[in-house]
Nanobody
Framework: QVHLVESGGGLVEAGGSLRLSCVVSGSIFSLTTMHWYRKAPGKQREWVAQITGGGTTGYSNSVKGRFTIARDNARNTVYLQMNSLQPEDTAVYYC??????WGQGTQVTVSS
């Protein structure tokens, strides 16, 4: 059974930065494409970014140029570096392969 633990969220002012982490256990992590998603209050869960096992990345238009996804296969960890944060980035952020049950997520709140 795969276990996901997201961390690194918090309260930050607009223009600030945060780095999220997600530790994955119970899977062959290095072979798995990993994604970050987010869910804002009253909205559906939204895809944010992805990274393949080989390190190829992709981003939604809403975060491209501001967010960077990375992974450390030795630590079974995927990261999301978030810069130039805006109030509309406020959400609970989740990592997933797209095939697993969801973890608890980590709350990001950006004040204006």
């Amino acid at each position: 059974q795969v276990h996901l633990v997201e961390s690194g969220g918090g309260l930050v002012e607009a223009g600030g930065s945060l780095r999220l982490s997600c530790v994955v256990s119970g899977s062959i992590f290095s072979l798995t494409t990993m994604h970050w998603y987010r869910k804002a209050p009253g909205k559906q869960r939204e895809w944010v970014a992805q990274i393949t096992g080989g390190g190829t990345t992709g981003y939604s238009n809403s975060v491209k140029g501001r967010f960077t996804i990375a992974r450390d296969n030795a630590r079974n960890t995927v990261y999301l570096q978030m810069n130039s944060l805006q109030p509309e980035d406020t959400a609970v952020y989740y990592c997933n392969s797209g095939q697993w049950s969801w973890g608890q997520g980590t709350q990001v709140t950006v004040s204006s």
